[in-house]
């Protein structure tokens, strides 16, 4: 009798930490990706660099990595959000701005001739990101940008954008950062924005976020002191850019990098160009039942030449068809 | 017997916990500093902010801490110690620079005729900054900063500068992160050359620091990628520009900020002037015996009506002679 209540009492407490094991403990660090050679670099890369006893191992205060935000952490497809957000934000300041109805490019957004990222020239995509983002405090825009998330879905998918994350990322972030990694946001979207929703969807805290971004101007009033977003632009946070605000910002080279669009070339090769073992990855959107397949034939995401450059430099292509057991 | 036997382990337990016990406990967090005004304030902000139960009550992800570098967490005196790394370096470099030997500043630097920040003018001393920061690589400059401070002593104090560090404040900084305060050192002296050392010295990593920098130019060469310091600022991060680099850099608008010179005080209305409950420092070089006595009166660390400011803003002035009971 005293033996059999002894292993039952094991068998209760196994049970029981059984039923509290965090589900990445039962099924690996990496849920949602598929076995394949994707989950092999990535794991190899890891037990690499966190080995003692590895000829790559990496210093944990060296483990820096950077990702991309739209289409590499959540839905850029059918259009950026931060571009959506962006036209919503003309047409509600419109009746304040009555000027617009004669100016472009706000006169055809108020109109509806005009209503995605791929109308608009670089130069126009400029002046309507500096219309809506000057002269707000930066806790304004956080706002701002809050509210419109909490109200606003993906027109395809019919979910809040916020949902639109990637899952596999999560996963992959997650397990990066327990095995010593600091993760950040590199993104040519604006700073601010990306920091409105990253600690929510991400767990990524906004000093963690590199972004485009506006001058700032510092105000001083009796006994108060802020500062205000200016209409001119600081850094555009794309292609080039994305290297140097790595060096400003973090002070390291990065050992893994992860993008899935022209922009972040520069990005990708900084990281796998330094003396450490490095890791790059890139995301093909070839997805078209579960997300969507538009790799360099669409506005969003531009990818020219991704697979070949992928090999060139030795990083690792990403099917999110084929590597991805879930998507979102 | 068996009682006797039972005191004697629980004793054995006591001793061994007391003995492996870190010396925080057993002083309390800030053995270092003095009872009084400044300690306290200190305490009674800490236990508001963490206190759940509080009104002044700030989640974690909100407690930033800024901290000027020269003169609040090392010695500034009697120069500032990136100040004589230039020197010495445009020394270094003069054979290669014959140029030099008929140009203002750098001549009177070669020939010893003028060694110190208060020889030069703002111009000049941003021609020496360019001089010796530009055309390296920031890996470059790490290790000419790291491998001049190994060999540099304060020469007043005839310690290594590393080691002109004030215990009080690596107290205070490891008190600060312990209750879940994130900690940012924001320097008016070069970002990679407070990098340098910030690991060793404070134990803030590289990406927790945030300073003036040059520009850096992106190069693609075959199969690598770098980036290269321009002789061209990108920014001077010193008075109002010290906000606005945080806001940039952090996204948030700190707590508490501790600063000691003019260049700190937009910094401590920016952080004090918050919505939240919020604690601004200064120190003052009050103490000719241990350290120096200074404020005010020389080129270094110069601070005009810090108390008076201090008193209109609310902010706690720490006197290093009566606040603190060791420096170094």
């Given at each position: 009798m005293k033996i059999s209540l002894k292993i039952n009492r094991h068998l209760v407490l196994f049970v029981l930490a059984i039923a509290f094991m965090p589900s990445s403990v039962l099924a690996g660090p990496l849920p949602s990706w598929n076995d394949g050679a994707a989950k092999t670099a990535i794991f190899s890369f890891v037990a690499n660099v966190t080995n003692t006893s590895s000829q790559n191992y990496v210093e944990p205060s060296e483990r820096i990595a950077t990702f991309d935000n739209d289409?590499?952490?959540?839905c850029e497809y059918p259009d950026y959000v931060q571009s959506l957000f962006m036209l919503d934000k003309v047409r509600d300041m419109a009746p304040a701005h009555p000027e617009w109805n004669d100016t472009e490019p706000f006169k055809s957004i108020i109109s509806g001739k005009r209503f995605a990222t791929s109308n608009f020239s670089a130069v126009e995509s400029m002046q309507i990101y500096l219309a809506v983002s000057a002269n707000l405090t930066p806790d304004e825009y956080l706002i701002l940008a809050r509210d419109w998330l909490s109200r606003s879905n993906n027109s395809e998918l019919g979910m809040p954008h916020i949902s639109c994350v990637y899952k596999p990322m999560l996963e992959l972030m997650s397990y990066l950062k327990e095995e010593g990694f600091r993760i950040y946001i590199v993104t040519g979207g604006d700073e601010d924005f990306v920091r409105s929703f990253s600690e929510d969807a991400y767990a990524i805290p906004p000093e963690q976020v590199i972004g485009t971004a506006l001058k700032l101007q510092y105000v001083e009033n009796n006994s108060s002191c802020y500062l205000v977003k200016l209409p001119e632009i600081l850094v555009v946070s794309d292609g080039q850019e994305k290297p140097k605000e790595i060096q400003q910002n973090i002070g390291l080279r990065p050992i893994l990098a992860y993008g899935n669009s022209d922009g972040d070339i520069p990005m990708l090769k900084f990281a796998t160009s330094g003396n450490r073992y490095s890791l790059g990855l890139l995301n093909l959107h070839d997805d078209p039942v579960r997300e969507f397949a538009y790799d360099n034939t669409t506005a969003v995401g531009k990818l020219d030449r991704g697979p070949a450059l992928a090999e060139k430099w030795g990083w690792q292509v990403v099917s999110m068809k084929d590597d991805w057991k879930a998507i979102f």
């Open positions: 289409g590499t952490l959540w």
